[in-house]
Nanobody, 118 residues
């Protein structure tokens, strides 16, 4: 069983920064990934960023490229999402999810609220 737990959300003014953390535990396999997703009120959940545990390769949604950075600390089994130059449209509940090597994001955290005020 894999578990993921997010932390680090909060309220910030536009142009500010926040860092989210995702602590993962449990068994994973080769080609596992951890991703960040977000869901704003009245909108569908959308992909934000992902990172490979093995190779550190990353992927970003176009809307966050150049502003958000995903990274990992293998020793701590933790993935970070550094969010800079935040905009009001980044306001959402941010979820961490783990693909344990199955090709699907099978395990999800409870989410953490990020609110960006204008």
């Amino acid at each position: 069983q894999v578990q993921a737990a997010e932390s680090g959300g909060g309220l910030v003014q536009a142009g500010g920064s926040l860092r989210l953390s995702c602590a993962a535990s449990g068994r994973t396999f080769s080609n596992s990934y951890t991703g960040w997703f977000r869901q704003a009120p009245g909108k569908e959940r959308e992909f934000v960023a992902a990172i490979s545990w093995d190779h550190g390769s990353t992927d970003y949604a176009d809307s966050v490229k150049g502003r958000f950075t995903i990274s990992r600390d293998n020793a701590k089994n933790t993935v970070y999402l550094q969010m800079n130059s935040l905009r009001p449209e980044d306001t959402a509940v941010y979820y961490c999810a783990v693909d344990p090597g199955s090709g699907e994001y099978d395990y999800w955290g409870q989410g953490t609220q990020v609110t960006v005020s204008s």
